[in-house]
C-alpha cells in the first residue's frame, strides 16, 4: 500500500494550496480520509476527514470555512484545498487511509506559509 502526497511548497499568507493523496495497493472507496498535520515542536493534529462515498466531510475548528477536503475514487485520490493561508497552518500535511481492519499514512509533504 502506498499514499503518495504532493502539492505542498511556499506560499505567502492568503494564498493557496491544493494537496492531494494518491492511493495504490488498496481498496481505496473502502477507506475513510483523512489529512494531518505536524506543525514544528508540536503534535499532530487531525486537520479534515471525508467519508468513504464523500458524502459527509469534518473539519478542525481552526481551517473550517478556508480548506475543503474531496476525493476521486475513480482516480484513487484525496484533496485538500487550502485557500486564506496562515502562517500558523505551516506544518508537514499526512494523507492517512482509515479501514474497519487496517489504516495507512502517507509520507507527508511540506507546507511553509511565509512572506
Known amino acids: 500500500v502506498q499514499l503518495v502526497e504532493s502539492g505542498g511548497g511556499l506560499v505567502q499568507p492568503g494564498g493557496s494550496l491544493r494537496l492531494s493523496c494518491a492511493a495504490s495497493?488498496?481498496?481505496?472507496?473502502?477507506?475513510?480520509m483523512s489529512w494531518y498535520r505536524q506543525a514544528p515542536g508540536k503534535g499532530r493534529e487531525l486537520v479534515a476527514v471525508i467519508s468513504s462515498a464523500g458524502d459527509s466531510t469534518n473539519y478542525a475548528d481552526s481551517v473550517k470555512g478556508r480548506f475543503t477536503i474531496s476525493r476521486d475514487n475513480a482516480k484513487n485520490t484525496v484533496y485538500l484545498q487550502m485557500n486564506s493561508l496562515k502562517s500558523e497552518d505551516t506544518a508537514v500535511y499526512y494523507c492517512?487511509?482509515?479501514?474497519?481492519?487496517?489504516?495507512?499514512w502517507g509520507q507527508g509533504t511540506q507546507v511553509t506559509v511565509s512572506s
Open positions: 492517512y487511509a482509515d479501514g474497519w481492519r487496517y489504516n495507512y
Open positions: 495497493g488498496l481498496t481505496f472507496s473502502s477507506y475513510r
